[in-house]
């Protein structure tokens, strides 16, 4: 029995052989279904059943098309299913689905028919791997029968993340004629790129067209990338050239599926344009196939796409029936499947189309798996630069070679062309002139300031380029009564200007209708300005301290008792000159003429003291009455000195808006119409409001009468701070501009009465560190941040954000603030007052300093007389120090010698009688001269 198994196997296998060789010269049953109105696939598919034919391929022996539209699953169903429950009843089954849907519910559903009825299919849907929903759970058998092999229509667009990448974009808008299809591309061609993007369908109207260019720009989009045909293409640029979308503001991309097309230079005027296309291989076999076989459809690459898929789809089944290992399959009506689960095949189809070998029409198919499968071609990429309508400049930039993801392939230096090729971001900035933020200087004819070179570092980081302009009123932005703004903000709602830099605080009704980037500088304030006090100063202020009466009498004092301390010691018969003999042993010893009683009364009044009092008593009670008068003199002189040169600083000036409003004498206010008057207004109307509801609440009869006791109290319970200090400040007239408030500030008396000025604390700083004769007072209130606004929505927000975070990481804001507060050129170096010193100035005291100097200066000249006197008019006195023998005739000796005989004493008589006697007696005095 065993001996007959191994004949009957053999038998079965021969026979089965033998079956499927007459079943694949009988010919493939092969259904299309597609899209409505998709020419090119169809007629393609035609030339490759003409080829088959005249190569002698596969035959095909039953071809059903269907199209389908629209996205209604039912009537999509209805019409698929009907066509194949027609090839059942004929008895034609077929082989192989080719489905040539793109994408949409329609293509869904075809895929979930072919999956569930377990029909081998070949497709050519758009999309990433995991994009066909009806296919992502295969199973490994299933993904071999059930082929996805995406066109190149799906891969083409991936260059504009390449260039997008290369060129460093931030912003893009994508517009497509009917020749793409970008639904899709959505949610993956600009993935994880910091780009701001928009995809829309080309407008085929030239109104329309302008229109959206119009609005892409309104939506600060300054690079675009245009998909489609050469009519397309033509027509966008007229469009763009007529609303002069051209020079380094705009960057423009065209793509087109056309093989080997050049750009029409004939659209403009002016324009710079990177271009990109297919390049046909080498070995594609296209052209030849035109007059071959009528593979005559256009775009070429699409319609090689779908020649090669079908030929090699149907070459591949035919070969696995002709080498028997295509399986007998049954198949299921639509209307008769009534399982959850899909029929399975056990079919290794994309094996086969591997392994099929043949010319290829375009380029290689590179199949993979579902989602990574593509027909391979190459995108030549060019650079144009159009002037008058004419190509000025024509640049190879490179290849880009598709795939999954692309490669873009840059010729040597070319990538650096293609970065400078992007559009450069033109941002209008609208600012306010307010030093040391912003200010314009009239010798090099551009802005300067704080904000400025914040601007300059921004770009340095951002890239982009910009033009200021100042707002028409001057102002930073505040919202009257109609809702209605002014100044820069303004500027920003209009949507005239992208961006708004200055001294501009962040205030909660601006942000409402604008966007504010993270602060760029210190929280800022309120504070007072006033004019400086400027104490006189006087070299002889010391002299001040007691009235010129008063000095007259201590000098009439002083020459008084000198005179009368002469006098005493000249007559009284106990002062010194009259008894010398009786002190002659005392060490001290005093002759008290006129100048000797001068010097005494002159000295006494200092420290080093007047020396040896007089001998007699009555001297003595003159030089202590003296004494006791210039102890009383100088003490009450040196307490006056002192309190004298501190007064000022015991003044209490003004420190505080609290200080403001308690005064009278000085009126104050803000600048008409600005935010610091806006401030104080809105504080007395919250007052005002406050009160009214407190007023309404205590005065309600529906409260109950525990409720109504708890809001009677006799203090007023709301302050009226405010409310009382924006009634002077009305009373007092706001200045109508900064300028006018810092005229009435000059004009202040003193510190004490005039006005003072309340503004910005950063605009009072600078007033100060410019000008010497104005003050800051007090501390900051009601401080707020400055910081950059954009329109509100604007991207620009993040960017600017990211910008400054690093500026401030980098301390470059901090480089900022000292370039333009303690280096600012025109910051003056004023002179240090004695009260914020703490010390008396030379200005004060300098006059004690011109004392000595005068002191000396007389020294000097009396000096020079004595030594003249002695040489010239007293010769008789002088003794030669070379003559020990000779001897100086003393002043004391012709005093005593000159007496009229009253009290002549035994000293005098002895001094004299010594005369002729030995030298050694008396010394000699040498002469200095």
Known sequence: MSSQVGPMVTMVTLVASLLSMSSAQDGLNVYVVMDAGNTVAEGAIGSAMTYLEKNKGAKVAKKSVVEVEGSEAYVTVEK??????????????????????????????????????????????LGEEGDIREWRELTDEQKKYLIQVRPPGDLLPSIIRDLALASNITNAGILYDKTFVMDHQYKSLLLNMPVRHIINKVKTSSADLKKQLTRLEEMDIKNYFILGNSETLMNVYKAANELKMYGEKYAWFAGTKESGAEFDSSCCDEMAVAFFAPILPSSAQIRSYKSMYGLTATPEIDAGFYFDLAVRSLTAVHNMKSGGSWPEMTYTKCSEYTSDVPIDRSIDLISS???????????????????????????????????????????????????????????????EKIVQFRAKTVYRVVTVVQPPFMLWNETTKKYEGYCADLIEELTKIMDFEYEIYEAPDGKYGRMDENEEWDGLIAELVNKKADMAVGALSVMAERENVVDFTVPYYDLVGITIM??????PTSLFKFLSVL????????????????????????????????????????????????????????????????????????????????????FIIIASYTANLAAFLTVSRLETPVESLEDLAKQYKIQ???????????????MAYIEERFYSIWKEMSLNDSLSELERSKLAVWDYPVSDKYTKIWQSMKEANLPATFDDAL????????????????????????????????????????????????QQGSPLKDQFNDAILK?????????????????????????????????????????VFIVIFVGIGLAIITLGIEYWYYKYKAPQSRVGSADPNKKMVSEFEKQVRDKNGFGKTEFAGEYMNNEGSSPAVVAPVGNPW
């Open 80 to 125: 698929v299913c009907g066509e194949l429950d027609s090839m059942l009843d004929g008895g034609t089954p077929p082989d192989l689905v080719l489905d040539l849907t793109k994408i949409g519910i329609s293509s869904e559903v075809v895929k979930s028919l072919s999956l569930t009825l377990g029909l081998p299919t070949v497709s050519a849907a």
């Open 353 to 415: 189309i591997k392994s099929v070998s043949m010319p290829d029409a375009y380029g290689s198919m590179m199949l993979v798996s579902n989602g990574l499968s593509y027909m391979s071609f190459d995108l030549g990429v060019v650079t144009y630069e159009i002037m008058s309508g004419k190509i000025a400049n024509r640049m190879d930039i490179g290849t880009w070679t598709s795939g999954t993801p692309g490669t873009m392939k840059f010729k040597a230096g070319m990538e």
């Open 530 to 535: 006033m004019k400086k006090p400027k104490v």
């Open 547 to 630: 009235e010129d009466s008063v000095w007259g009498c201590i000098l009439a004092a002083y020459f008084v008792t000198s005179v009368l301390m002469w006098i005493f010691d000249r007559w009284s018969p106990y002062s010194y000159q009259n008894n010398m003999e009786k002190y002659e042993d005392d060490d001290e010893k005093r002759y008290f003429n006129f100048k000797e009683s001068l010097w005494f009364c002159m000295t006494s009044l200092t420290p080093q003291g007047g020396g040896e009092a007089p001998k007699n008593l009555s001297g003595r009670l003159v030089a202590a009455t003296w004494w006791l008068f210039g």
């Open 668 to 682: 104050y206010a803000p600048q008409n119409g600005s935010a610091t008057a806006m401030y104080f207004e809105r």
């Open 743 to 790: 005229r009435r500030v000059r004009e202040s008396p003193s510190s004490s009465e005039g006005f003072a000025f309340l503004g910005d604390a950063t605009d009072i700083r600078y007033q100060t560190y410019t000008n010497c004769d104005l003050q800051m007072v007090g501390d900051e209130f009601s401080r707020k941040p400055y910081a950059l606004a954009v």
């Open 807 to 847: 500026l401030l990481n980098q301390r470059k804001l901090e480089t900022l603030k000292e370039r333009w507060w303690n280096q600012n050129p025109q910051k003056k170096v004023c002179e240090e007052d004695d009260n914020d010193g703490g010390g008396i100035s030379i200005h004060n005291i300098g006059g």
